[in-house]
Antibody, heavy 120, light 110 residues
Framework: EVQLMQSGAAVKKPGESLKISCQVSGYSFTSYWIGWVRQMPGKGLEWMAIIYPYDSDTKYSPSFQGQITISVDKSINTVYLQWSSLKASDSGMYYC?????????????WGQGTLVTVSS | QSALTQPASVSGSPGQSITISCTGTSSDVGSYGLVSWYQQFPGNAPKLIIYDVSKRPSGVSTRFSGSRTGNTASLTISRLQAEDEADYYCCSYAGSTVFVVFGGGTKLTV
């Protein structure tokens, strides 16, 4: 069974850094793209970034380019999403999701989500 | 890149059929046959129900179907059931730079 297990909820202050994780199991980790999607409270889905674990090829949404960093650790089948300086507007639910082998734009399955709260 | 346009809400009675539209541009929906749809229940992660415009993943009910005409994709749910009440999001591939764009979501009330 394909599973994506995300790290737990995080509460941070503005200006702090954060790295959340998504550990996968049940398939060949390096063969599928994995992405991150944000959902702010009561709002829709926004694609942020995607990475191909085989060679760490990455794509960033123009809306998030420069604000976040996506990375991978192949030794533990884990993908990360990182902020160097959080803002209150970064608060929201963050989902990791497996893409397909050719980055054709669909995601299946999804992790359970990581709630990030940024507040002073 | 603007989000794809979906109606904020649709409603239907059990047994009826409903269609949710998803309007994009010639840079996304109109250019690529790579539209996907997601179902999301409150407090849960989204679930893929349609990909490549009209394909259903294994295990997804045949009551869900997808189509595309020009810059508009559509999700049709036939023989509505109370358990279909959820939020639905469309998503389209938009080229190697933008990658994908999501719709704003549609709340289905049964």
């Amino acid at each position: 069974e394909v599973q994506l297990m995300q790290s737990g909820a995080a509460v941070k202050k503005p200006g702090e850094s954060l790295k959340i994780s998504c550990q996968v199991s049940g398939y060949s980790f390096t063969s599928y793209w994995i992405g991150w999607v944000r959902q702010m409270p009561g709002k829709g889905l926004e694609w942020m970034a995607i990475i191909y674990p085989y060679d760490s090829d990455t794509k960033y949404s123009p809306s998030f380019q420069g604000q976040i960093t996506i990375s991978v650790d192949k030794s533990i089948n884990t993908v990360y999403l990182q902020w160097s300086s959080l803002k209150a507007s970064d608060s929201g639910m963050y989902y990791c999701a497996r893409g397909d082998t050719a980055a054709r734009g669909w995601f299946d399955p999804w992790g359970q989500g990581t709630l990030v709260t940024v507040s002073s | 890149q603007s989000a794809l346009t979906q109606p904020a809400s649709v409603s239907g009675s059990p047994g009826q059929s409903i269609t949710i539209s998803c309007t994009g541009t010639s840079s996304d929906v109109g250019s690529y046959g790579l539209v996907s749809w997601y179902q999301q229940f409150p407090g849960n992660a989204p679930k893929l129900i349609i990909y490549d415009v009209s394909k259903r993943p294994s295990g997804v009910s045949t009551r869900f179907s997808g189509s595309r005409t020009g810059n508009t994709a559509s999700l049709t749910i036939s023989r509505l059931q109370a358990e279909d009440e959820a939020d639905y999001y469309c998503c389209s591939y938009a080229g190697s730079t933008v990658f994908v764009v999501f719709g704003g979501g549609t709340k289905l009330t049964v």
